[in-house]
Structures are given as C-alpha cells and as structure tokens.
C-alpha cells in the first residue's frame, strides 16, 4: 500500500502563486511516477503534471505548461506543484497519485481544494 496526503490548497487571487505537496509513505520503494491530477465541478479529471521519481523526467497539461512546475524530494519522499500565474480556470480539487512500476495510478490522496479568485 502507499498512502498519499496533500496539502497547501487554499484561496488565491488570480495571478497569484502556490504550492502543493504530496507526501507518500508505505510501499515507496516502488515508485515509477507521480502524478498531479484535478478535478473541477462537471469537467473530466485531468493529469496536470507527472514526475519519474528516479531521473525526473516530467509532463505537463498544455493548459499549465509554463505556469506549473512538478518537483520532487525523493529524501522526503515528496513531490510538489508549484503553481504560478494562475487563474479562475485553475480551480478545481487537486489529487496526488502514484504509479508503481508497471501498474497504472493505483493510489490517490484524499485531495486539495484550490480556488483562484478573479
């Protein structure tokens, strides 16, 4: 099992800045990716960034990219989303989630709520 606890949602004023973490304990070791997804009212759950937790490798949503920023601390066994310039679209509820090697995103945090005000 990996367990998944996000935290640093909150409110924000359009073209301002945050920051999520995702800390993961339990079954680690295994760890291929992390992922920050989102979730708005009536829209798709959507993957915002991904991070390979041993060479970094990383992707982004076309709708972030530039603005986001996914990083890790495999010491911590944390990643972060660094959230910039954001706007009134950018709300929604954010989930961490993990693929193990070879296994889709099998385990997701309870989820964060961030709303950008105009």
């Known amino acids: 099992q990996v367990q998944l606890v996000e935290t640093g949602g909150g409110l924000v004023q359009a073209g301002g800045s945050l920051t999520l973490s995702c800390e993961a304990s339990?079954?680690?070791?295994?760890?291929?990716?992390l992922g920050w997804f989102r979730q708005a009212p009536g829209k798709e759950r959507e993957l915002v960034a991904a991070i390979r937790w041993i060479f970094g490798g990383t992707d982004y949503a076309d709708s972030v990219k530039g603005r986001f920023t996914i990083s890790k601390d495999n010491a911590k066994n944390t990643v972060y989303l660094y959230m910039n310039n954001l706007k009134p679209e950018d709300t929604a509820t954010y989930y961490c989630?993990?693929?193990?090697?070879?296994?889709?995103?099998?385990?997701w945090g309870q989820g964060t709520q961030v709303t950008v005000s105009s």
């Open positions: 339990g079954r680690t070791f295994n760890i291929y990716q």
């Open positions: 989630a993990t693929r193990l090697r070879g296994n889709p995103y099998d385990y």
